[in-house]
């Protein structure tokens, strides 16, 4: 497998604009998450799918975050309209929700630059 | 709610010296913790974990025992390698009995130069 895969990897846009970040989380996996990382705030969980469905999405920062998982093979994050302070790098991880212990996989992110 | 206090760092060692990142946790139950290693433009990778107290997770070396005593997970090593130089982040998944048994709280990070 290929691993979770996130598109794209870079991206700048100007501030205003909308973003739309995707991930496509390993075949299989039934619980796909999506990360913020900063240096001031760290890792944030910002949302967390369930077989497709939003199960948190108390980590959204407000209503320009949206998220979708449409199928079990993708989803996007998006921000709309963009703004400085959303410059970070978003990960999209996955795993098989079989319990505590189950490992999630990380994507290798998007990092995002809004100016 | 959950979280977990790991020194931010950065440290600096040499070839072949010893490793120590403390990591403390704060959560109700017998959360589940993990060690994840991220390289430089790379995701987030697990480096071991351990799911109950006094269980040894170990690999490539790295070692981290479940103290529930201490509520901590410090992460060892006995010999560095420039390989190994990163950032490692100290993670929990709750039990459930504090709320979440999904989520993974992050500590902020540990940068990690060795030096040749």
């Known amino acids: 497998d290929a691993g979770v895969i996130q598109s794209p990897r870079h991206e700048v846009t100007e501030m205003g604009q909308e973003v739309t970040l995707r991930c496509k989380p390993i075949?299989?996996?039934?619980?796909l998450f999506w990360y913020r990382q900063t240096m001031m705030r760290g890792l944030e969980l910002l949302i967390y799918?369930?077989?497709?469905?939003?199960?948190?999405d108390s980590g959204m920062p407000e209503d320009r975050f949206s998220a979708k998982m449409p199928n079990a093979s993708f989803s996007t994050l998006k921000i709309q309209p963009s703004e400085p302070r959303d410059s970070a790098v978003y990960f999209c991880?996955?795993?098989?929700?079989?319990?505590?212990?189950?490992?999630?996989?990380f994507g290798q992110g998007t990092r995002l630059t809004v100016v | 709610g959950d979280s977990v206090t790991q020194m931010e760092g950065p440290v600096t060692l040499s070839e072949e010296a010893f490793l120590t990142i403390n990591c403390t946790y704060t959560?109700?139950?017998?959360?589940?913790l993990f060690w994840y290693v991220q390289y430089p433009g790379e995701g987030l990778q697990l480096l071991l974990k351990?799911?109950?107290?006094?269980d040894k997770g170990s690999n490539k070396g790295f070692e981290a025992t479940y103290r529930k005593e201490t509520t901590s997970f410090h992460l060892e090593k006995g010999s560095v390698q420039v390989s190994d130089s990163a950032v490692y982040f100290c993670?929990?998944?709750?039990?459930?009995?504090?709320?979440?048994?999904?989520?993974?709280?992050f500590g902020k990070g540990t940068l990690l130069t060795v030096n040749p």
């Open positions: 991880a996955s795993s098989l929700n079989l319990g505590l212990n189950t490992e999630a996989f």
């Open positions: 993670a929990l998944k709750g039990d459930g009995s504090g709320g979440s048994n999904y989520k993974l709280t």
């Open positions: 351990a799911t109950k107290a006094d």
């Open positions: 959560a109700t139950g017998y959360p589940s």
């Open positions: 799918f369930n077989n497709n469905v939003p199960i948190d």
């Open positions: 075949s299989g996996h039934n619980s």
